[in-house]
């Protein structure tokens, strides 16, 4: 199986601009999540989900928009992107009995100008 | 502030050396500790975990000390060899017992090994 998968690797968008990150993983895990990561700091959790149809926020909700429609994606909107929306954005996905291992994609590079 | 966001601490050993990473954390109802590897151009990858009720575990050529009083969380890698070059961040899980895949990751050190 390929774990989990992020495109666009690499993204450049104008401010304003609408965009949406996939994410797809084929290890049928429940949990699925998005972190931010910017210059030099550990990753921030933006939104995760607890299974299909089911979403909550994180540390660093505003600005974007998620949803679960099915077990094996996760899709991370940007409405009106902002040059601080500029980051790396990680997705990850893990299962219950998984105990704390995680499984992070490669990321996706997104520069806002 | 962000400027400290953008200075993580580094370490420079030698290759062979054991190195310490250490990382002070703040939430004592944490249960969970971890600590992760992550390479330039690449997401984290799980390292090794400790239980809150625990003080020690030990890995392969890794350890990890979880000293509760002091909250503080420090990653011991024996023998490091120039591929154990990366950032090391340390995260943590809330009381509960599983992750759902929320982490709070603290700030991260820079692991360089010289041959």
């Known amino acids: 199986n390929a774990g989990v998968t992020q495109t666009p690797k690499f993204q450049v968008l104008k401010t304003g601009q609408s965009m949406t990150l996939q994410c797809a993983q084929d290890?049928?895990?429940?949990?699925m999540s998005w972190y931010r990561q910017d210059p030099g700091m550990g990753l921030r959790l933006i939104h995760y989900?607890?299974?299909?149809?089911?979403?909550d926020q994180g540390e660093v909700p505003n600005g974007y928009n998620v949803s679960r429609s099915t077990t094996e994606d996760f899709p991370l909107r940007l409405l009106s992107a902002a040059p601080s929306q500029t980051s790396v954005y990680f997705c990850?996905?893990?299962?219950?009995?998984?105990?704390?291992?995680?499984?992070f994609g490669e990321g996706s590079w997104l520069t806002v100008v | 502030g962000e400027s400290v966001g953008l200075h993580l601490p580094t370490l420079s050993v030698q290759e062979g050396d054991n190195s310490i990473i250490n990382c002070a954390y703040s939430?004592?109802?944490?249960?969970?500790f971890i600590w992760y590897k992550q390479e330039s151009g690449k997401g984290p990858q799980f390292i090794i975990d400790?239980?809150?009720?625990?003080d020690k575990r030990q890995g392969q050529r890794v350890t990890v000390l979880l000293n509760k009083t002091v909250k503080h969380l420090s990653l011991q890698i024996a023998a490091t060899q120039p591929g154990d070059s990366a950032v090391y961040f340390c995260?943590?899980?809330?009381?509960?017992?599983?992750?759902?895949?929320?982490?709070?990751f603290g700030q991260g050190t820079i692991l360089t090994v010289h041959p």
């Open positions: 990850a996905s893990s299962y219950e009995g998984a105990g704390n291992t995680i499984y």
């Open positions: 290890m049928n895990h429940e949990y």
């Open positions: 989900s607890v299974g299909a149809g089911i979403t």
């Open positions: 939430n004592s109802a944490s249960d969970y």
């Open positions: 400790i239980r809150s009720n625990m």
């Open positions: 995260a943590e899980i809330p009381y509960g017992g599983t992750s759902y895949g929320k982490l709070t």
